[in-house]
Each structure stands twice: as structure tokens, then as C-alpha cells.
């Protein structure tokens, strides 16, 4: 699990058991009063074993670059959480 701290969230990342295969999360919670709310990450995607469903949603924790005002993860434009989406490299 990785965190980040925000000035009014604390966002982590984490994977869950579904049936048999894992999902990856990001869960934001605030850091005055309130409940976290999770996020789904990659939700296209299952992970055979925890560590790699693990290490997506940390990966995705740190390529976000921010929160909105209520929480809510802000991604770069056109961000799918998969490196085998990204274009090709220039030359």
C-alpha cells in the first residue's frame, strides 16, 4: 500500500480479492471529518496476484497530479493507467 498527503485528503492505494482475481483502488480520505471514498483503478483490468494489483494502484497514485476540492483524483489528459497505451516514442 503507498500513500500521499494532500492538505485536506489522505489518498492510498491497496488491491481487493474479487472472486478470484485482484482489483487495484485508491481510497481518499478526509482529513478532518468524513468517510474515504474509493476509487476504482484500471477497472478494465484483473490481477492474477495481489503484488501486481498492488503495484498498479501505486503507480496510478503517484501519476495522479492532484485532487479536486472535493477529492476527487485528477489524472493527466488522456491518462488510462496502461503503459501498453502509451504512443509510440518519437524518433
Not at 25 to 46: D, M
Not at 50 to 64: H, P, Y
Request: with cysteine; hydrophobic share 40%; charged share 25%.
Amino acid at each position: 500500500m503507498a500513500e500521499r498527503e494532500f492538505d485536506d485528503y489522505l489518498a492510498r492505494s491497496g488491491a481487493t480479492l474479487e472472486g478470484s482475481r485482484y482489483s487495484a483502488w485508491l481510497a481518499v480520505t478526509p482529513r478532518r471529518r468524513g468517510f474515504p471514498v474509493y476509487y476504482a483503478i484500471c477497472e478494465n483490468r484483473s490481477f492474477r496476484d495481489q503484488a501486481t494489483a498492488e503495484a498498479a494502484a501505486a503507480k496510478a497514485l503517484a501519476d495522479m497530479t492532484g485532487l479536486e476540492a472535493d477529492g476527487t483524483p485528477i489524472f493527466p489528459e488522456g491518462y488510462t493507467g496502461f503503459d501498453d497505451d502509451a504512443p509510440p516514442a518519437a524518433p
